[in-house]
């Protein structure tokens, strides 16, 4: 789905899904389901191979009333008609918009088995109105059906489409790759579509458990020894576990084709261009790719999962691309021409950050607009760059003197200027009488 569209869609296929589960079960026809052939005298058509049975239809069952047969009222009514058919077709379109996953996950499949746990719940709870040991057994037959419901569609469904998208993720080698044009890495835009997917089922999980479970009084919400209560906090943990494992190994792969954009597509006059030519002061191709490839998948997981966990992931991305970056910098040669180009691409990284909205993390690429300063530093001024690399509240706290030192040495005429800022920083030279 696309980024723009995902927290609405889902918005919209939760209003329809709670209107369907509202109703009565034998009002609601199966979205996903093809029908059988009836025949005229009410009853189901099985083909030769099931041994011809023919099985009364439940609904054209006719009822007696004082001596007379009443044939029953057809249960569909335009307005059912009308939102059933919209609950599939927005399930049709999200499940069209997520063709790539439906090995994996299937919005069918859920519904499907939500739907066959809401009729099942249903003739049960006809017998809860009875008093003594059969109404209390009732209401533990329709704990029991929504445990099942939750071990088919977490541990049969969804806990192994997770697994098999991390599994997928932990075999991604960006070398191995011919085309990386594209702004996202392939299996882990697939994983962020689960989470977005396993994030909307949880959410009908919580509205048929609300409205079909707690609001009848057959669970009972607060009584966390109640198996329905344990299944359910059993069955979000799985998904909770599912879904960090995920995304800890999607850092991993996201870091890596940082790593190789980084290697691959940063040219070597970016920061150190051929004196006398012509040269671009804004951000560098390999900055503005990795920018886009970071922030495409960061912005996926927005209405996906909970603030905390994004918060969580986004610190982590932010932090590994700071170390990737600074591992990066010290791999280059950087002239005092070239350094306006370096800070223009700590700038661009720095205003993607900022989008993120965290100040701990801010920090650190401030610190590296300030580190890039010292390339811009002309060599006749060494002392000043001298003063510049040991004021430690310059960058913040984030590198120490020694550190910011290294990083000076990629400078193109470091030879140059080593002696005067070694002099300048250690007194080098200088004799004591």
Not at 55 to 79: A, D, E, H, K, M
Not at 368 to 396: C, G, H, N, W
Request: proline content about 4%; some cysteine.
């Amino acid at each position: 789905m696309a980024n723009v569209n995902r927290v609405a869609d889902k918005r919209d296929f939760l209003s329809s899904f709670k209107k369907v589960v509202m109703m009565p079960v034998n009002v609601v026809a199966m979205p996903f389901t093809a029908s059988k052939p009836v025949a005229p005298n009410g009853t189901t058509s099985f083909s030769a191979d099931q041994k011809q049975l023919s099985v009364p239809n439940r609904s054209s069952t006719p009822t007696l009333l004082n001596g007379r047969s009443i044939s029953p009222v057809p249960p569909s009514t335009p307005g059912v008609e009308a939102i059933t058919t919209e609950l599939a077709a927005k399930a049709a379109i999200m499940a069209t918009r997520l063709e790539g996953i439906r090995s994996l996950f299937s919005i069918e499949v859920a519904l499907n088995l939500v739907k066959y746990a809401k009729s099942s719940l249903e003739r049960v709870a006809l017998f809860v109105r009875f008093s003594g040991q059969t109404g209390q057994e009732a209401k533990e037959q329709c704990a029991t059906i929504f445990v099942m419901l939750l071990q088919m569609m977490g541990s049969r469904h969804i806990k192994a489409g997770f697994d098999k998208a991390v599994d997928h993720l932990s075999k991604y080698n960006p070398r191995e790759v011919s085309e990386h044009s594209q702004p996202g890495v392939a299996p882990l835009v697939m994983f962020l579509e689960l989470v977005s997917v396993g994030d909307l089922i949880q959410q009908m999980i919580d509205v048929f458990y609300q409205q079909e479970l707690v609001a009848k009084k057959l669970v009972d919400a607060n009584d966390f020894l109640d198996p329905a209560v344990k299944e359910k906090k059993r069955f979000e943990q799985m998904l909770d576990e599912r879904v960090a494992a995920g995304l800890n190994k999607g850092i991993d792969v996201l870091m890596d084709e940082v790593e190789y954009l980084c290697a691959t597509t940063q040219d070597t006059t970016d920061f150190n261009p051929t004196p006398g030519e012509p040269f671009d002061v804004g951000p560098s191709v390999t900055a503005l790719r990795i920018v886009e490839l970071v922030s495409s998948h960061t912005k996926m997981l927005v209405g996906s999962t909970d603030k905390n966990m994004l918060d969580v992931f986004n610190q982590e991305i932010g932090l590994r691309l700071f170390a990737a970056l600074c591992k990066h910098l010290k791999r280059q040669r950087v002239s005092v021409d070239g350094s306006m180009k370096l800070i223009s691409d700590m700038t661009h990284y720095t205003s993607y950050i900022t989008s993120l909205r965290n100040a701990d993390l801010l920090t650190y690429y401030k610190a590296l607009i300030e580190l890039a300063q010292i390339y811009l530093i002309a060599p006749e001024d060494a002392k000043d760059m001298a003063t510049v690399i040991a004021d430690s509240d310059r960058f913040y706290g984030v590198f120490r003197a020694e550190e910011v030192y290294e990083f000076a040495q990629r400078r193109a005429d470091w030879y140059q200027v080593k002696s005067k800022v070694e002099r300048a920083m250690y007194g080098i030279g200088c004799i004591v009488m």
